[in-house]
Each structure stands twice: as structure tokens, then as C-alpha cells.
């Protein structure tokens, strides 16, 4: 929790245990040259949030070897997700807010799976928010940052396109203006996780066990 990526890998490198080690990034950073950043602080490879199942296993067959640091084995043929079925109808209430085929790639078609994420973004975005909250008040950018920033890589998961988009705006506003973001962007913030949140607990509320 006190060290940034960047941080862990160098501390990792200078390590006598296991220097060579594959350390593979996971960030919700998907713009151009963050790969190559990640390279040039000793990272061997690169997965963006969202995570598409087929392109992590793909990854993870190319490091996953005793040899990983000096081979790159082809890695192994994943099954395609199935097409929108009978099983991912279950969740068309959580459109529009969620783009629900998007989501049904993200878990690989596992509706148990579906169903854990939206239980966990329902625990942890009120809690987030009022910490959030607090940070702002508080002056406190790094917290701030980082917890818009785990908003970002979650909604991105959900396939919640409308609060990903509102969390990258509120993130590069925190990263270029500090604390003196407008009072009008942390309200249309603010107003769409409680909105999704709501929308995704009464969705699960009729669902059952």
C-alpha cells in the first residue's frame, strides 16, 4: 500500500531473492506509451482495465515458465466468449446504465462471476465515495486520486461507460488543477456513482440467492 508500482518493481530488481522475476502491470492507464513506460521502469509486460479474459491468459502464458525471463512460450488457444445467450438475458435490467454484453465479456460468461461484481461495487462505492469526500475536504489529492482512479478501472469493468467516462475527466481534472476542481464536476461525479449504485442494488434485490 506505500509503494506504486513503479516503486515495488525497483525495490524488486534490487532484491537478491528473486530479481528476474516477471512483474506485469495492471492498470487502469490505457493511453498511448504507458506500456513503454512500464517497460522502462524494469516491468517485463502490460494489461489495461478493462481486463478481456483472453488477452490476460495471453499474457500470463508468455511469463508463466521456470524460464519466463529468457523465453516467451506461444501461449495457449482460449475459447471465445459464448455470443449473448439465454443466461446473459438474466442481466438486460442493468442497461442502460451498463452495457451489459461488454460485462458478459469481462467475466468470461460466468454469470456467478457477474453477479460478485456487482455485489462488490455496491459494498465498496458508498464507503469510496464518503472517503472520497473526506479526502477533498481534507485537501488530501493523493488519496483523492487514487480512489477516482480505482472508480475508473471498476467502471470500466462493469462496462458502466457513462461513470468511466465522468472518472476520467474527474481524474486528469485532479492530475492538472489539484484540489481546485470545479464544485459542477464533482457533482455530475458524485450524482452518477449514487444513480449506478442504487440502480445496481435494486437490480440485484430482484434476483434472489
Not at 516491468?43 to 519466463?68: F, G, H, Q
Request: hydrophobic share 40%.
Amino acid at each position: 500500500p506505500v509503494l506504486d508500482g513503479y516503486a515495488a518493481t525497483k525495490r524488486i530488481r534490487a532484491g537478491t531473492r528473486q530479481p528476474n522475476v516477471p512483474i506485469i502491470a495492471m492498470t487502469a492507464h490505457a493511453i498511448a506509451g504507458y506500456r513503454e513506460q512500464c517497460l522502462a521502469h524494469g516491468m517485463n509486460d502490460y494489461v489495461s482495465k478493462p481486463i478481456s479474459p483472453p488477452e490476460l491468459y495471453k499474457v500470463l502464458a508468455r511469463w508463466c515458465t521456470p524460464d519466463a525471463a529468457h523465453t516467451q512460450p506461444q501461449p495457449p488457444k482460449v475459447a471465445p466468449v459464448e455470443s449473448p445467450n439465454k443466461e446473459m438475458a438474466r442481466f438486460a435490467g442493468l442497461a442502460p446504465h451498463i452495457d451489459v454484453a461488454e460485462l458478459w465479456k469481462h467475466v468470461a460468461g460466468k454469470p456467478s462471476l457477474l453477479k460478485r461484481l456487482l455485489e462488490r461495487f455496491v459494498e465498496s462505492m458508498e464507503s469510496n465515495d464518503d472517503t472520497l469526500r473526506d479526502a477533498l475536504r481534507e485537501g488530501d489529492l493523493e488519496t483523492a486520486s487514487r480512489l477516482v482512479h480505482t472508480v475508473k478501472g471498476m467502471a470500466g469493468t462493469l462496462g458502466a461507460t457513462d461513470l468511466r467516462t465522468l472518472a476520467i475527466e474527474f481524474e486528469a481534472a485532479l492530475e492538472q488543477s489539484g484540489l481546485e476542481t470545479s464544485a459542477e464536476l464533482r457533482g455530475r461525479y458524485f450524482d452518477c456513482t449514487r444513480h449506478l449504485r442504487l440502480h445496481v442494488a435494486q437490480f440485484l434485490a430482484t434476483q434472489g440467492e
